[in-house]
């Protein structure tokens, strides 16, 4: 989108960008735009995005995109849908496959044409791999020039399916920086490069030539070739990189679906005459009519009409907030009971969704990706290897072996350096332990969520739909002398039968477990008053009080509000009747959910939109201290608590499922949403709880830290491996295919360390 503001003469776009593969490349990338005359630009790795505002005067879009390039990555402008991907990442474009009920951005489509291509190519790369595994690993099996069979299963391999790896490695080189691509290619290089070698002028493209291992590096080499190294590096390492794009890209899902959340029209009343407008021409100062059943097409005070509107996406509450002129609305939201003329006061980006919007992207962005410890470890590792294999070279011509010699102990050091368990480490441990999360329940969408529950020490949970069941139920009937409960919820029940509001289902509901329920006739709904009609001759009302109660009656009512309920008095031919108590009940695992989070030593908070009465009542039940519980909170006051409890010093995980979550989803160190909750939630949290159990809140911290544990444990093997075999390849004492068997051992161990969270098993779940 590009923006233009007159009085500061600036202009904003927005870019997608591709190919970023960490957060030194989202780095990189806005250091070369803010180097340019007039510009400020914020890249979001998180989004693969940059914000930017510069002067028209002295640069203009094309450039920007060019700087972007310039940089090594692919850029294209989120205003016109154009891509400016160019070379393989078109084709990727084309792959993607549409969307039938909406349009696709450039961006999420550059996101799913990536996904793709990785896909595409580790399943090339698994198919070619197999066979080359097969044929040097089982010498019976090594047919008569088998060796340039796996040289032509291996070349495409590594320089197709390998070429993403490839293309970073020469990226990051070009501004003196190593990662694990580095890695990759000069491990994956080493070894394809001498096989080449070994195949065209040693005696390994011998007719008949079979492989035979020895302990030592032996005279020559020239023997030997180290084709299946190859080729199960990049495999195992191309599963890794698509299992970890495919998780990239939640907080634009997040904003997309929160965006589409709003009214696509509005009704709006102009000359006198109601027309019908898109929702982005409605302007502030218009008077919009929204009927029964509608969303609120903008922010706006009421004036005219009285109605319920469903502020739930909003608050996260189910009972609906009654509205009469005057009154504040937000767009969004429902009207669910009469029509409402609404004066628009805020649109586009002032408006409360638009802002809800923007919270979501603000805490994204300021939560800070992992740094990833191979990574941070190459930077020091890959030059060190580097420079070993040199010296290894020049010690041993200086001893005076044979080039072929020396050659081969350098190399055996180039290989026993690649990284496959390092690049097994994270995504091996991950896929199981994630699999082992969907056989439970519970989806971790990444690696980012387990180093976020190594440090979580606070819970908070949202209430409604979170801890209690988010429905509403009839919890207590207070009667007065002369009236019976079956006969007096029967009578209620009648007129609340043709109301859909959430506590008229409930009052149905709990009728239909005790009899059958009478018709009604001259039904009339009063806004902010309540319902009647008349059933079996007697004139039948159900609301709020607007006439002078019994002693026991207006008690019974001032008691109920105070603990948090929702009272609603029932009068029959003008007589109070009774004190029918609704609220929303508590679920039955949330008490030892609670008593369990705080074993694993997490203290429990409930922050909510509801008031502080039933707010203290729910925690009370399930065994939240007084102290931790904040009240009546909006979208954006629970993402300042969870501001206020981490600049405390502590580590925050939120649980919620509403859209009035999402922000505080996000914003939390870990995020965890309930599986029945609104799409938004889901898509900025980090786990999904799909049972909507509580307990599995303790579940999943429960194996994302062992999960991490695991990572930690596999990452340590992989980098000790390297330690201890490099200076023994260095002297001469590794044959580079015991190298290459000890890699693959390497990556055995890690694989099967990774197997072992198959044995996790729930604290609450039974088989």
């Known amino acids: 989108m590009v923006q233009q503001n007159p009085a500061l003469d600036v202009q904003q776009i927005d870019l997608g960008i591709t190919g970023m593969t960490c957060t030194s490349c989202s780095a990189r990338v806005e250091r070369k735009l803010n180097k340019v005359d007039g510009v400020q630009a914020t890249v979001n790795y998180a989004t693969e995005s940059a914000s930017i505002n510069f002067n028209p005067a002295t640069t203009n879009t094309d450039e920007l995109l060019e700087v972007v390039r310039a940089a090594g990555y692919d850029a294209f402008s989120l205003a ?146 180290y084709l299946e190294t190859t080729a199960v590096v990049i495999t195992f390492l191309l599963l890794g990189r698509w299992f970890e794009t495919r998780a990239k890209g939640r907080s634009s899902e997040a904003l997309r679906a929160l965006l589409e959340m709003g009214a696509k029209e509005a009704s709006v009343l102009r000359d006198g005459l109601e027309i019908r407008v898109p929702v982005d021409q409605v302007q502030v100062g218009d008077t919009v009519i929204t009927y029964p059943g509608e969303k609120i097409a903008a922010d706006g005070r009421v004036i005219d009409g009285r109605s319920a509107v469903d502020e739930s996406m909003l608050t996260g509450e189910s009972v609906p907030v009654e509205v009469s002129p005057g009154a504040t609305v937000t767009g969004a939201t429902l009207n669910t009971s009469s029509r409402l003329l609404i004066e628009v006061t805020r649109i586009g980006a002032e408006s409360t969704l638009a802002q809800m919007a923007k919270l979501v992207t603000d805490a994204q962005a300021k939560k800070a990706p992992v740094q990833r ?26 001893l005076g072996q044979s080039l072929a010699a020396a050659f081969t102990a350098a190399v055996a050091v180039l290989i026993i350096a690649c990284p496959c368990a390092l690049g097994l480490a994270t995504p091996t441990a991950l896929l199981v332990g994630t699999g082992k999360g969907a056989q439970l329940g519970l989806l971790i969408k990444g690696p980012e969520v387990l180093e976020s529950t190594r440090r979580v020490d ?9 801890v209690t069941e988010g429905d509403m139920s009839v919890t207590e009937m207070i009667l007065a002398e002369g ?19 959430p506590i008229a289902r409930a009052i149905v509901a709990r009728a239909q477990t ?4 009478p018709a009604v006739s001259e039904f009339l709904n009063q806004p902010g008053i309540g319902v009647s009609g008349t059933v079996d001759g007697h004139r039948v009302m159900v609301g709020r009080p607007h006439t002078a109660l019994p002693y026991d009656l207006e008690t019974a009512f001032s008691r109920e509000q105070d603990q948090g309920s929702s009272p609603i008095l029932v009068l029959i031919d003008d007589v109070p009747a009774a004190i029918i108590s609704v609220r929303d009940t508590l679920k039955p695992t949330s008490a030892e959910a609670v008593s369990e989070l705080k074993k694993l030593g997490l203290t429990p908070m409930l922050l909510t939109g509801d008031n502080a009465g039933a707010a203290h009542l729910i925690a009370k039940e399930v065994g939240i201290s ?6 009546e909170v909006m979208p954006e006051d629970k993402v300042s608590a969870i501001e206020r409890l981490q600049a405390q010093g ?15 989803l996000a914003r939390a160190d870990l995020g965890l949403a309930m599986g029945s909750g609104t799409d938004v939630a889901i ?8 049972n909507n159990d509580l307990r599995s809140t303790v579940d999943a911290i429960r194996l994302a830290r062992r999960t991490l544990r695991i990572i930690r444990i596999n990452l340590f093997w992989a980098f000790s491996y390297n330690v201890v075999l490099i200076p023994i390849a260095a002297i001469g004492l590794l044959n580079p295919m015991l190298a290459g068997i000890a890699m693959a051992m390497s990556s055995v161990l890690v694989v099967s360390n990774s197997l072992r969270l198959r044995s996790f098993r729930s604290l609450h779940q039974t088989g």
Not at 89 to 97: D, I, K, T
Not at 107 to 136: D, Y
Not at 458 to 466: N, R, S
Not at 653 to 662: I, T
Request: with cysteine; net charge negative.
């Open 80 to 225: 016109t849908g154009t891509s400016k991907i160019a070379g393989t990442q078109n084709e990727s474009l084309e792959s993607s496959p549409p969307t039938a009920d909406r349009e696709i951005s450039p961006q999420e489509s550059a996101r799913q044409g990536k996904t793709q291509q990785l896909r595409n190519r580790l399943i090339i790369s698994a198919l070619l791999t197999i066979p080359v595994v097969v044929l040097s690993m089982i010498p019976v099996l090594q047919f008569t020039n088998w060796q340039w069979v796996a040289l032509l299963l291996t070349t495409p391999v590594f320089f197709w399916c390998g070429a993403p790896f490839h293309r970073a490695s020469v990226t990051n080189l070009r501004h003196g920086s190593f990662t694990m691509d580095t890695l990759i290619t000069l491990g994956t290089g080493a070894a394809y490069t001498w096989s080449l070698w070994a195949l065209l002028f040693g005696t390994a493209g011998t007719s008949g030539m079979t492989m035979e291992m020895s302990l030592f590096s032996g005279s020559s080499g020239a023997d030997e070739i």
């Open 373 to 398: 410890l191979v990574d941070k470890i190459s930077q020091i590792f890959v030059p060190v290897v580097i420079i070993v294999a040199a010296i290894t070279l020049i010690t041993h011509l200086l």
């Open 458 to 466: 606070t819970m908070v949970m949202d209430k409604t739909g979170t």
């Open 483 to 501: 009236f019976a409960t079956t006969r007096v919820l029967a009578l209620a029940a009648a007129v609340e039968s043709s109301s859909e509001h």
């Open 514 to 517: 005790t009899g059958t329920i």
């Open 626 to 631: 007084p102290d931790n519980v904040i009240a």
């Open 650 to 664: 502590h580590h925050v995980a939120m649980v919620g499922d509403g859209v009035n979550d999402a922000a505080a």
């Open 683 to 690: 898509e900025a949290a980090d786990i999904t709880l799909m």
